[in-house]
């Protein structure tokens, strides 16, 4: 897991999955740039990870907000070795309750901006000499369906099979994988699912229980993960959609 010198662009990585993965490769020894949706809150991210950490701000929600985020990030690194695409955004609403504005944030944030940070990026991860990956965030609700998630579930199902096809179009010379989390303990599953619910205190219990390890994934180890499949020891790991559930998709 030695990734000194290495140059790191990580998507959403103001919080959540985003910022322990960030966190986790400086402390390897590579330089991160941090996305955020705007300067400050990637600016603010970059300050608290301190020494080489970079801000690179972009809504990666547009095209233009990918290329901009890219672009700021391989100018402050001096190129480009990995790519991590954490942004996203679930909101818990059932099928009746879903508007076309829903529809499109959730699908231009974990989809949309996905695919085009990878296209933004690939000349600089292209030029890069030797190793050259990106790795998805993508969930284990891409691969089983949960009730009033639907558009999220649609979403991330959609990045595993963008990874898939990736990885065949892009090999030899990049490879490019995805981890599937099952539900973690971030701020965006507080704030955006859990206490958007009518009881939050009896659906925080529920999700526990989601996993047959009784808990909720917490950050640093789905860091753990990202670091994995974007280091040397998976050199012939490509394609493949890792999950991390605590066993949450095998019990079902």
Not at 123 to 149: C, H, K
Not at 204 to 232: C, D, F, Q, T, W
Request: proline share 4%; charged share 20%.
């Amino acid at each position: 897991m030695d990734f000194e010198g290495k140059r790191v662009l990580v998507t959403g990585g103001s919080r959540g999955i985003g910022y322990a993965a960030a966190e986790a490769f400086l402390k390897q020894g590579a330089k991160v740039a941090v996305n955020g949706r705007n300067a400050e809150s990637a600016g603010a991210a970059a300050a608290r990870l301190g020494k080489n950490a970079h801000p690179a701000p972009g809504d990666v929600g547009t095209v233009a907000g990918c290329e901009a985020a890219v672009a700021a990030g391989v100018k402050a690194l001096g190129g480009l070795d990995i790519l991590v695409n954490s942004a996203g955004v679930a909101i818990g609403r059932r099928i009746e309750k879903t508007d076309e504005a829903l529809w499109d944030q959730m699908i231009d944030i974990n989809l949309k901006g996905t695919f085009f940070a990878i296209r933004a990026a690939l000349p600089a991860l292209r030029a890069a000499q030797g190793g050259a990956n990106v790795v998805n965030i993508a969930s284990d609700a891409g691969l089983a369906g949960t009730p009033g998630l639907s558009v999220y579930c649609a979403s991330k199902a959609g990045v595993i099979n963008l990874t898939r096809a990736l990885a065949v179009e892009l090999a030899p010379g990049l490879r490019v994988n995805c981890v599937c989390p099952g539900f973690v303990d971030t701020d965006m599953v507080r704030r955006d699912y859990i206490e958007r619910s009518k009881d939050p205190k009896a659906l925080e219990a529920e999700v526990a229980g989601y996993a047959p390890l009784k808990r909720m994934a917490r950050p640093a180890e789905i860091a753990a993960a990202i670091l994995y499949l974007a280091s040397p020891s998976a050199a012939f790991v490509t394609g493949t959609a890792l999950v991390i559930d605590g066993g949450a998709t095998a019990g079902r």
